[in-house]
């Protein structure tokens, strides 16, 4: 995983198409000012309602996403948002993963 952190790929996707602070948190629905903690590395990636709103914001294609998904994953310590939405709706995943779980145990 590329050592890129949350912050420095979201000023580069929103440098990349000439967005300011302002322009990206009215279209993501957050403030400036949270924007620019987050951005400042004062504030935590956000929560998962904001990283998909970040992403269509930017208008990120799938791979893009998949990076701010997983670079936000690694400084929150969780499992990238995506991820973790298609497990919850999947149960044959859920016990998959719990078979694995088991299976390594023994």
């Given at each position: 995983m590329s050592q890129e952190t949350f912050c420095e790929?979201?000023?580069?996707?929103?440098?990349?198409?000439?967005?300011?602070?302002?322009q990206?948190?009215?279209k993501a629905n957050i403030t400036p000012v949270y924007l620019g903690e987050?951005?400042?590395k004062r504030k935590n990636p956000p929560d998962k309602k904001t990283q998909y709103a970040l992403a269509e914001?930017?208008?990120?294609?799938d791979g893009e996403r998949c990076m701010l998904f997983d670079l936000a994953a690694r400084e929150r310590n969780e499992?990238?948002?995506?991820?973790?939405d298609y497990i919850v709706i999947n149960s044959?995943?859920?016990?998959?993963?719990?078979?694995?779980?088991?299976?390594?145990?023994?």
């Open positions: 790929f979201l000023i580069k996707m929103r440098d990349s198409i000439g967005m300011n602070n302002s990206l948190a009215r987050i951005l400042k914001a930017l208008g990120l294609n499992i990238p948002v995506d991820v973790y044959d995943v859920i016990n998959e993963i719990r078979r694995r779980i088991k299976k390594g145990i023994e």
